[in-house]
């Protein structure tokens, strides 16, 4: 991994608070405000193309506990849950079919913000996407079923903005609490690839872009 230098338009910011030491506890998270935001609708209407092909659902938990955010995937691998395990596989387990193509424009985003937090060479074969609605949440966890754990996780805001939740190596470990809002990107990676993460419970709203719903978009190097 090499570092890139980063410029005034992508800074990663976690307010005028954030203190030396808060900043070594996050070393390898940055966070690129407006990253995505020109592209956003393009996005948006990616996305609802996707879901025609593979339909957003709530997976179930190798518990048998359904969640709360539902999801769909796109790019050579997807990843599922149910009742044996987690995983990343090539077809969609309700249809039997492939997941549908990653849109370069997805591909291209995820490099250049990757690049931008000093991840170079990026190439994501896979897309998580996450539709969350208000009271929806993410609980912490580790996004452990890649094949390595070498490259950056990219994650992108659309929609109703959300508190993103950074915490460490350990579950109890206290998180960091990031507000993230329309276009927003989350590159992180490196010492931090393996902390814990989540999004705090989606407070009710109403955006001009997407009405009472965030989308997430996690792009990663799955296979």
């Known amino acids: 991994m090499s570092r890139g230098r980063r410029t005034k338009a992508q800074p990663d910011l976690f307010g005028a608070a954030d203190t030396a030491a808060g900043r070594r506890a996050i070393d390898g998270l940055r966070v690129l405000k407006g990253f995505a935001l020109s ?4 996005l948006l209407a990616a996305i609802g193309a996707v879901a025609e092909k593979a339909p957003f659902r709530r997976m179930v938990t190798p518990g048998g506990f359904r969640m709360s955010v539902a ?6 691998a997807g990843w599922v849950a149910d009742r044996t395990g987690y995983r990343y596989q090539e077809t969609d387990p309700e249809s039997g079919r492939r997941w549908p193509p990653m849109p370069r424009l997805f591909a291209d985003l995820a490099a ?4 931008a937090a000093g991840f170079t060479a990026f190439a994501p074969d896979a897309c998580l996407v996450n539709r969350y609605e208000p009271g929806t949440r993410l609980t912490l966890h580790q996004d ?3 094949r390595g754990f070498d490259q950056p996780i990219v994650s992108v805001s659309l929609g109703l903005p959300a508190i993103f939740l950074f915490g460490g190596k350990e579950r ?7 507000p993230l809002t329309h276009g927003d990107v989350v590159v992180w990676g490196g010492p931090s690839r393996l902390n814990f993460h989540g999004i705090a419970e989606l ?10 719903l965030r989308y997430n978009l996690t792009l990663r190097k799955a296979l």
């Open 39 to 42: 592209e956003a609708g393009d």
């Open 71 to 76: 999801m769909t995937n796109f790019g050579c």
């Open 112 to 115: 250049r913000a990757a690049a």
């Open 144 to 146: 452990r079923n890649e």
């Open 172 to 178: 109890s470990d206290r998180p960091h609490r990031v």
């Open 203 to 212: 407070a009710e709203g109403e955006h001009p872009a997407t009405g009472r």
